[in-house]
C-alpha cells in the first residue's frame, strides 16, 4: 500500500502533482492541522523520491495548498477530485494514494466525519471498489507491521 520510487519513476509531472494535491487535501480535510499531521506529512510527504529539490517542493505543496483552498463549492471540490482521478489512470496507484491520505488524516489519532466524508469522495472517484476500501482501511488499522496501530498521544506544551 506504500508509494515507492518504481511508483514515481513511471508518473508525469501532472501524476505527481495529483498525488502532491491529494497528500494536502489529507492535511487539510478537516480543517484543523494538528501538529502530530504536520509531523506525519513531513515525514511521509518529504520522505517520497518527488524527483525535485526541497525548495521546489516546498512551492508545490504551498501552490496545492492554495488550490485545494480556492475551492468554495461542494460542486467545485467533486469536480476536482474527478480530475485528480483523471491524472491517476492506475487502479493501483489510486489504492496507493488513498492509502496513504488515509495514513496522513489518521495521525492525530482519529478520522472525524468531515475525513471519512473526503476518504469517501476519494474512494468514489477513484473507483475504489468496497472489496479493495476494506483492504485499505485494515492495512491503515494495522500498520506496516501487521500488528493494531495504537496513535501515540498528542503532546501537550504548557
Known amino acids: 500500500m506504500h508509494l515507492d520510487a518504481s ?22 480535510a478537516d480543517d484543523k492541522v494538528t501538529p502530530a499531521e504536520v509531523r506525519r506529512f513531513d515525514e511521509i510527504v518529504l520522505g517520497l523520491p518527488w524527483g525535485v ?10 501552490g496545492a495548498r492554495d488550490r ?29 494514494v488513498v492509502f496513504t491520505m488515509a495514513t496522513l488524516m489518521f495521525s492525530d489519532g482519529e478520522l472525524v466525519q468531515t475525513e471519512k466524508n473526503v476518504l469517501g469522495l476519494f474512494v468514489v472517484a477513484f473507483g475504489i471498489t468496497s472489496d479493495r476500501a476494506a483492504v485499505i482501511k485494515e492495512a491503515l488499522r494495522l500498520g506496516p507491521t501487521g500488528v493494531d496501530k495504537k496513535p501515540e498521544p498528542e503532546a501537550t506544551s504548557n
Open 7 to 28: 511508483d514515481f519513476a513511471a508518473m508525469d509531472e501532472a501524476q505527481r502533482v495529483a498525488v502532491l494535491e491529494t497528500m494536502v487535501v489529507g492535511l487539510i
Open 53 to 62: 529539490e526541497r525548495d521546489v517542493l516546498g512551492a508545490m505543496i504551498s
Open 68 to 96: 485545494l483552498l480556492a475551492l468554495k463549492t461542494p460542486a467545485a471540490i467533486q469536480d476536482y477530485v474527478m480530475k485528480l482521478a483523471t491524472r491517476l489512470p492506475s487502479p493501483a496507484l489510486r489504492e496507493k
